[in-house]
């Protein structure tokens, strides 16, 4: 029932995408205008990030709000790709979750970029690196097994399945490191580049979002 939900409510924010085909052009003016504004949201979201990839630290949730409603989304396209991936096969539809999840931010990241609203892509960007941090903490947990899943104590593991089933399940801890570690960089990098205006835009691209 949960991948359902997620699966109906994936599919209705992709048809509204697709209708709409937003260019955030808007969006780009504003953040490109205004280099204080542009450090304040890259200061809100570093902190977001240091929240969601050191478990350890907690920020005041208003501090933290753009992450969390992210995560609330990664979530639900998560369970939504067990129902899209299905059709593949079992194997697909575990690994399905994860790799919607991964896919959507990736995708409207190469989707604004290719349309020149790049401070919007890198948003994007930022959005795929969080997401490689609860990945990372899924994968790490394929032995332990201690994580809460949605399904509860009868929910199955993902990653449990994934790695038993290619036989390198022993090898969760080192994969986890290395999708945070990936995580990690992608935040950062994808923060800097937002912050710095990389790469800048044309004089007729900047024309183009402030009229």
């Known amino acids: 029932m949960i991948n359902l939900i997620g699966a109906f409510i994936t599919a209705l ?3 509204a995408f697709v209708l709409h085909r937003p260019n955030c052009k808007w969006i780009e003016g ?3 205008r205004s280099q204080f504004f542009r450090v304040c949201v890259a200061i809100v979201l570093g902190l977001g990030t240091l929240d969601s990839a050191f478990s350890s630290i907690h920020f005041p949730f208003v501090l933290v709000a753009p992450v969390s409603i992210l995560l609330i989304a990664s ?3 998560h369970e939504g790709g067990h129902v899209f991936w299905s059709p593949l096969g079992e194997f697909m539809a ?5 790799l919607t999840q991964l896919l959507v931010p990736s995708a409207l990241c190469i989707y604004f970029w290719w349309g020149k609203a790049r401070t919007t892509a890198l948003l994007a960007l930022w959005w795929l690196g969080t997401n490689c941090f609860g990945v990372a903490s899924y994968i790490g947990d394929a032995r332990a097994r201690v994580l809460p899943l949605l399904g509860g104590d009868h929910g199955r593991h993902d990653w449990a ?15 986890s490191w290395l999708v945070w570690s990936f995580g990690l960089v992608v935040s950062v990098a994808s923060l800097a580049l937002f912050v710095l205006g990389v790469p800048p835009p044309s ?6 979002t402030t009229e």
């Open 13 to 15: 924010f992709l048809v």
């Open 30 to 32: 504003e953040l490109l």
């Open 75 to 77: 979530v639900w396209t």
């Open 94 to 98: 575990v690994l399905g979750g994860t």
């Open 161 to 175: 399945e994934i790695l038993g089933e290619m036989g390198i399940i022993g090898k969760d801890l080192q994969l």
């Open 203 to 208: 004089s007729d691209e900047h024309l183009s």
